[in-house]
């Protein structure tokens, strides 16, 4: 497995921090999150309360929302003023107000680096921090949802210069030459801007690299936001990791592909510091194994070594099948190209590999190991033939983490994060076996029940054009229907302790149909009924999406 380009990875070490004597014992974890949506903030959470921890977020006012950028002044304050043992920040969010700020909003990077000050009076008073930066993407889209509003038009053709460069600077024939074309296609205006954004993100990871030099975080996650084999994005990855390297930051920085894990991976990472209890090692396997070789879509590495780098991000050991015993199995349901559940869902998907992944989990299992599931068959979606498989077998409920959702990286950054955690509060006696019955249960609600089955009779109802992202007002008679369908899905599932869907606090987090935010309520929770009501959805633009053209949340 490699880190870049011909580099191989080396351990992501956890270093252990002062063990928590506050009363009670619960460790306080501060997050300044990437954003303000579920996977960014219930996500770490939820793991944070595996472990017995409690995760302390900003006031919501100085978050960002969508398109409005937080409040980087008032985030530092809020850092500095927080009793916590040890600090996980977006550098994206502290510096500039947000993910998407810090694609949109104009900045300097100066004025980005001097945001992150308060890390190193935080550090100067022994408070362990843990930060994550990434590297820009560029989604091959015209929707401007998240991005420049350049985009639209121009998003589909700097996708394709991005990539040219890339080529061309690796000495590709032809490439310099489709370059010079893709760059024709673009006003000198919008190629500069976009050249110079990533210029100045280029140099601020670089700052970031300098924090974990001199000792300002403890770790550093080198995130890759939707990535391709060739890409602007690809080249300052591999550029990144080679710095890392040089300067001597093996083991405390990780880049890989993902971002709305990162900082779920990095809290994962800092329990295993503050809980104690040694290292913990993963063994990464698959039923054919030649498919951790593939490559998923919109990354652009194999899937087994971003299960790897996941891994090592959290703080774990990543081996192979062969090595020494591990604390637990990681099953990868690997990329089968049938189809992409937020753009083209498959018709119907390959029914014998989930049939012998959920025998050899129910094997392990039955053999004393710990067991967790990712499924990175098909993108933005849950394989239904695994999830159908691994109920017939027994298991979902005695798994130790599963996941589905978005890229692999997503998946496979979850899904280390939980186990991890888990692992971890086992050994220390801090286990909450309420809070790890209800994440299992929540990601197969959402990744399964949601992403591959609900979505899309909701975007059919509505009218949605799966290639952009739609407009859902919050009081849309759509979420009465996909309440009802999240109950249903919870019906098929046997086992969690009668937890229940609670239709009252379904909604869509950014008000389209691309992800979904509930929660789960002890016993049997009353499902409204849908009616017939005609719905339509609000489109972004009123621009059709260019040929081809896939949704911009989830493509380099």
Same mark, same amino acid.
């Given at each position: 497995?490699?880190?870049?380009?011909?580099?191989?990875?080396?351990?992501?070490?956890?270093?252990?921090?002062?063990?928590?004597?506050?009363?009670?014992?619960?460790?306080?974890?501060?997050?300044?999150?990437?954003?303000? +949506?579920? /996977?960014?903030?219930?996500? !770490?959470?939820? %793991?944070? =309360?595996?472990?017995?921890?409690?995760? *302390?977020?900003?006031? $919501?006012a100085a978050l960002p929302a969508l398109r409005r950028p937080g409040d980087p002044a008032a985030l530092g304050s809020w850092l500095a003023a927080t009793d916590a043992d040890a600090a996980v920040v977006s550098l994206e969010t502290l510096g500039h107000g947000g993910l998407i700020a810090s694609r949109t909003r104009p900045a300097t990077v100066a004025s980005a680096t001097a945001a992150w000050e308060p890390l190193r009076a935080l550090a100067a008073r022994g408070t362990p921090v843990h930060a994550v930066t990434l590297v820009t993407r560029t989604p091959d889209s015209a929707d401007a949802m998240e991005e420049p509003a350049y985009w639209d038009p121009h998003g589909p053709d700097l996708h394709r210069l991005s990539a040219a460069l890339?080529?061309?600077?690796?000495?590709?024939?032809?490439?310099?030459?489709?370059? +010079?074309? /893709?760059?024709?296609?673009? !006003?000198?205006? %919008?190629? =500069?801007?976009?050249?110079?954004?990533? *210029?100045?993100?280029? $140099?601020?990871?670089?700052?970031?690299?300098?924090?974990?030099?001199?000792?300002?975080?403890?770790?550093?996650?080198?995130?890759?936001?939707?990535?391709?084999?060739?890409?602007?994005?690809?080249?300052?990855?591999?550029?990144?990791d080679r710095w890392a390297d040089w300067l001597g930051l093996r083991g405390r920085v990780a880049v890989r592909p993902g971002a709305d894990e990162a900082c779920t991976a990095l809290v994962a990472r800092t329990l295993l510091g503050l809980l104690g209890g040694g290292p913990v090692v993963v063994r990464v396997e698959a039923v054919d194994p030649a498919g951790l070789r593939r490559t998923a879509p919109y990354e652009n590495v194999p899937v087994g070594t971003t299960a790897a780098r996941q891994l090592e991000a959290c703080g774990a050991t990543a081996v192979a099948p062969?090595?020494? /015993?591990?604390?637990?199995?990681?099953?990868?349901?690997?990329?089968?190209?049938?189809?992409?559940?937020a753009v083209a869902p498959p018709a119907a998907t390959d029914p014998a590999p989930s049939a012998a992944l959920a025998a050899r989990a129910a094997r392990l299992l039955d053999g004393g190991h710990a067991v967790a599931v990712a499924d990175c068959a098909q993108p933005n979606g849950a394989d239904p033939a695994l999830v159908a498989a691994l109920a017939a077998e027994g298991v979902l409920e005695r798994l130790t983490s599963y996941a589905g959702w978005n890229t692999a990286g997503n998946t496979?950054?979850?899904?280390?994060?939980?186990?991890?955690?888990?692992?971890?509060?086992?050994?220390?006696?801090?286990?909450?076996?309420?809070?790890?019955?209800?994440?299992?249960?929540?990601?197969?609600?959402?990744?399964?029940?949601?992403?591959?089955?609900?979505?899309?009779?909701?975007?059919?109802a509505l009218g949605s054009d799966p290639a952009r992202h739609d407009r859902v007002p919050a009081d849309h008679p759509v979420l009465a229907a996909v309440a009802a369908d999240l109950a249903a899905c919870r019906d098929r599932l046997p086992g969690f302790g009668g937890l229940a869907v609670d239709p009252r606090s379904v909604v869509l987090p950014w008000n389209r149909t691309f992800e979904v935010d509930f929660a789960l309520t002890q016993g049997a929770a009353a499902v409204p009924a849908t009616a017939d009501v005609p719905?339509?959805?609000?489109?972004?633009?009123?621009?059709?999406?260019a040929a081809g053209a896939r949704p911009a949340e989830e493509q380099e």
């Open positions: 497995m490699t880190a870049g380009p011909g580099r191989p990875t080396a351990p992501y070490t956890a270093a252990p921090h002062a063990t928590v004597q506050r009363p009670g014992g619960r460790p306080r974890i501060a997050l300044v999150p990437l954003d303000e +949506r579920p /996977a960014c903030t219930a996500l !770490p959470r939820m %793991v944070a =309360a595996v472990a017995g921890a409690d995760l *302390l977020l900003p006031p $919501a890339h080529r061309a600077a690796d000495g590709e024939a032809g490439a310099a030459a489709e370059a +010079r074309d /893709a760059a024709g296609r673009v !006003p000198p205006e %919008v190629r =500069a801007d976009f050249l110079t954004r990533r *210029l100045r993100n280029h $140099a601020v990871n670089l700052a970031a690299l300098e924090l974990a030099a001199d000792g300002t975080v403890r770790s550093l996650v080198v995130g890759a936001d939707d990535t391709a084999p060739h890409g602007l994005a690809t080249a300052e990855l591999h550029w990144l062969e090595g020494p /015993a591990p604390d637990a199995v990681l099953l990868v349901h690997t990329p089968d190209g049938a189809g992409d559940w496979l950054g979850t899904v280390a994060a939980h186990t991890v955690a888990a692992v971890a509060a086992r050994r220390t006696g801090r286990f909450d076996a309420d809070a790890h019955r209800r994440l299992l249960l929540h990601r197969l609600l959402e990744d399964w029940g949601y992403m591959a089955s609900a979505r899309g009779r909701a975007r059919a719905v339509t959805a609000v489109p972004v633009t009123a621009t059709g999406p």
